[in-house]
């Protein structure tokens, strides 16, 4: 008994070493000029001393923390552009939030990775034993990488950490010169202290759905995959593309002169809104275009094929309980006009079931 325990009290302390990937801070000096004072402490303020969860190179995940701690690794980086000296006022720093993050996004040429260094600093100096606090920031540093960059991105947070605490610093200086010095402006404006300044990127949902259609001539299934980043306010603009299997009723296709009329589309989403409603359910709507062919049969059994394209539309909603993995369930109303030779306007309803992952 005593042996299993302690086997499984070192399998834990094991998984938990090894599953962490330290990030060594350069202290690279940086152009500051002459500034009156230095970085006398950092303190780390935040709740959780890691950088983040993330893949690594292998696909494994691990936990990221700069080496020696964060306050220790900020302060020999703030060191060596700011050294301190006796003559010089000593300035105190909180870190109050530091993560590197990684999502997707779509943008126009395809979807790509975005990969965030986030932090938020709070400076401030003693006077009389009292705290005084000077200055407070928030700042993201954003870089792009096409999909299979992976390696390149995962390597490159600690640069991204460096151009964080760079633009943190001569934001202070510059602060800090104007304030005591004179009234000239800030050439690090505060816009990113407004409500609203986006910490966290969005969260990236990626949906494998099967959809069964009936409407007023058509029935049918489709699977599509659809790929967007969260965000709570504005419009989201999904990737999606869907392959399409639909069959004409054999009412109007009889009133048409046809036995049967079979079609395959491929429909991307030329023009796709997504809209938040509350965490987990979204308004769908969009602008389509199909493409494909259909292949009829007449009365007569001859066949024949016909090339289609036309414009489609939908209005909807999604229902993503769960942001990892699970369940995906919607409904849409839809609306097309194509060059069928069975039927060229109609409307009808589609029930999706999908997973997100």
């Known amino acids: 008994m005593k042996y299993n325990l302690f086997l499984t009290l070192f399998l834990i302390v094991v998984t938990e070493v090894f599953a962490q990937d330290n990030i060594t801070l350069k202290t690279v000096p940086f152009e500051v000029g002459d500034q009156p004072f230095y970085m006398e402490e950092v303190i780390d303020d935040r709740e959780e001393k890691h950088l983040g969860y993330h893949k690594d190179p292998d696909g494994y995940k691990v936990k990221l923390r700069l080496d020696g701690g964060a306050a220790k690794a900020v302060k020999e ?7 301190p000296l006796e003559n010089k006022q000593p300035i105190y720093v909180r870190i109050k939030a530091l993560n590197v993050q990684e999502s997707k996004r779509r943008m126009n040429d395809g979807i790509v990775r975005v990969a965030r260094a986030h932090i938020e600093l709070t400076f401030f100096e003693k006077k009389a034993g009292e705290t005084h606090e000077l ?9 792009i990488f096409y999909l299979l960059e992976k390696e390149e991105l995962y390597n490159t947070h600690e640069q991204r950490i460096r151009a964080a605490l760079e633009y943190s610093m001569l934001a202070f200086a510059d602060n800090y010169q104007k304030e005591s010095k004179d009234t000239r402006p800030s050439h690090f404006p505060k816009e990113q202290m407004v409500a609203g300044f986006d910490a966290k990127l969005g969260n990236w949902f990626n949906l494998i759905t099967l959809k069964a259609m009936n ?3 058509r029935e049918g299934w489709s699977i599509g995959y659809t790929g967007f980043v969260d965000s709570k306010k504005g419009f ?18 009889r009133e048409r002169g046809y036995a049967s009329a079979d079609l395959r589309i491929i429909r991307p989403r030329f023009y796709y809104l997504y809209k938040k409603i509350i965490p987990g359910v979204y308004a769908a709507l969009s602008l389509n275009v199909p493409l494909g062919y259909e292949e009829l049969e007449d009365t007569g059994g001859d066949e024949s094929f016909n090339f289609i394209i036309g414009v489609g539309a939908s209005q909807g909603i999604r229902i993503i309980p769960w942001e990892n993995f699970g369940v995906v ?8 006009f194509q060059t069928s030779n069975a039927y060229r306007r109609d409307l009808g309803f589609e029930l999706v079931l999908g997973v997100n992952f």
């Open 77 to 83: 980086f703030a060191d060596v552009s700011f050294p």
């Open 135 to 143: 200055f407070s920031l928030k700042h993201n540093e954003d870089q």
């Open 215 to 217: 409407s007023t001539y």
């Open 236 to 253: 989201i603009l999904p990737y999606e593309i869907s392959y399409e299997e639909e069959y004409i009723k054999s009412d109007p296709a």
């Open 329 to 336: 369930i919607g409904a849409d109303f839809l609306q097309q």
